[in-house]
C-alpha cells in the first residue's frame, strides 16, 4: 500500500483544515487508517484513527470534538477534517495503514501500522 498525504497548509487560529490521503491498491478495506502528527521537537503521537468499516473511531483527547475522521473505501481515499485548530495543532501530519484484517477496535499504537504516508504540513498561526 501506497499512502499519498495532502491538504496541509497555513491557517489562523480557529479555522480549518481537510487532510486527505489518498491509498493504492485493491486492499484497502481490510486496513485501519490513521493520522498520526509530529510537532517540531515533540515525539509522534496518535491523532486520530478508523477501523476498516468506519464504524468505529478513536481521537485523541486533545482533538476530540474539533477534528473528524473518515473514510470512503470505494475511493481509496481517508480523510480529516480539522475545526477549531490552535497553534498546538502545528505539525506534520501523516496517515497510516494498519493491515488489521478488519478487526473493530482502532489501535492508537504507531508501531501497529505498516505503511506511511510522507506528511503533510500543517502550522496554525496565533
Known amino acids: 500500500v501506497q499512502l499519498q498525504a495532502s491538504g496541509g497548509g497555513l491557517v489562523q487560529t480557529g479555522g480549518s483544515l481537510r487532510l486527505s490521503c489518498a491509498a493504492s491498491?485493491?486492499?484497502?478495506?481490510?486496513?485501519?487508517m490513521g493520522w498520526f502528527r509530529r510537532a517540531p521537537g515533540k515525539e509522534r503521537e496518535f491523532v486520530a484513527g478508523i477501523n476498516w468499516s468506519g464504524f468505529s473511531t478513536t481521537y485523541a483527547d486533545s482533538v476530540k470534538g474539533r477534528f473528524t475522521i473518515s473514510r470512503d473505501n470505494g475511493k481509496n481515499t481517508v480523510e480529516l477534517q480539522m475545526n477549531s485548530l490552535k497553534p498546538e495543532d502545528t505539525a506534520v501530519y501523516y496517515c497510516?495503514?494498519?493491515?488489521?484484517?478488519?478487526?473493530?477496535?482502532?489501535?492508537?499504537?504507531?508501531?501497529?501500522?505498516?505503511?506511511w504516508g510522507q506528511g503533510t504540513l500543517v502550522t496554525v498561526s496565533s
Open positions: 491498491g485493491r486492499t484497502f478495506s481490510l486496513y485501519t
Open positions: 497510516a495503514a494498519d493491515y488489521s484484517r478488519r478487526e473493530f477496535a482502532v489501535r492508537p499504537d504507531p508501531t501497529m501500522y505498516d505503511y
